[in-house]
């Protein structure tokens, strides 16, 4: 055997090594699989082969596996090809399979009164970078929250306006201006809330109850009668029907002694007892 010929059994050794391992990726089945991309699911009706089954299982189900796999990556490859950062992203068409849920599909989120005005106004909200330039540091900054550039409460120096009265602290001033601003946005963000949840609330954030029964109403004017620094002993009694209304509200309950005597007692479990005792004869 010349080299030529030892040279080509090497080679032809090798391709068959390789083959061995990396297997084609055409599959061919007797049954066309059904693949739903949608959900990137794989539903395969051949039959098992019961005695390569049996001689190895673990061999055969890894093969099976990887035939599959091998399907659904060539599905996958004839779809839509789009471009997201630098990556190669398919567009996968509609599900087929209805995939049971634990819990209900989630409701879309109501638009706040500014997203409903932005969509009337056609406004289109850009995005901000990050970071911003501080002119005082000279240097880029977050710009929002800690640390944040061009930051106006932190100033070593303020200007006090001409308007403004000199012994008057301007950080301070400052300080509460921000704090104001902070409680403004949060006070809006629970409007929204409320507004989202169609519960009715005022301008100044009391929320408009328009069930308020009668009882309501008799436990609200109690509380405002006992609610001074007397609790109602020396405040103006109303009118004999009003009083009547508010009459066994605000009373404190009142609790027996656990040092009770034993003959009450005894009483009490045999009433107890005679109740339960009619109860049953009827």
Known sequence: MNSNDLVKNILKRDVDEQD?????????????????????????PNVIDQQAYKENRD??????MRDNMQLLVNALWQMPIERHDNTVVAKLPDAKTIVPREKPVPKPKPLTKWQKFAQSKGIVKKKKSKFVWDETKKEWGRRYGYKKANDETK?????????????????????????????????????????????????????????????????????AKYSDASMGQFSERAAVNEEQQTRGFNKKRKYESNLGSLKSETNKQLKIFEQMNSSTKK
């Not at 061995?20 to 990137?40: A, F, H, Q």
């Not at 009265?165 to 704090?179: G, I, M, V």
Request: proline fraction near 5%; charge should be positive.
């Open 155 to 223: 100033p070593w120096l303020i200007e006090v306006p001409t308007t403004a009265d000199p012994s008057e602290d301007q950080f301070a001033k400052r300080l509460a201006a921000k704090k104001e601003r902070v409680a403004k946005n949060e006070f809006q963000r629970l409007k929204n809330i409320a507004h989202s949840k169609k519960i009715n609330m005022r301008n100044d954030g009391a929320i408009i109850n328009k069930k308020s029964s009668a009882v309501d109403v008799k436990k609200a004017l109690a509380t």
């Open 20 to 44: 061995k391992i990396l297997k084609s990726t055409e599959v061919i089945k007797p049954c066309p699989v059904d693949v739903d991309l949608g959900n990137l699911l794989v539903w395969d």
């Open 59 to 64: 061999e055969y189900i890894k093969n099976t």
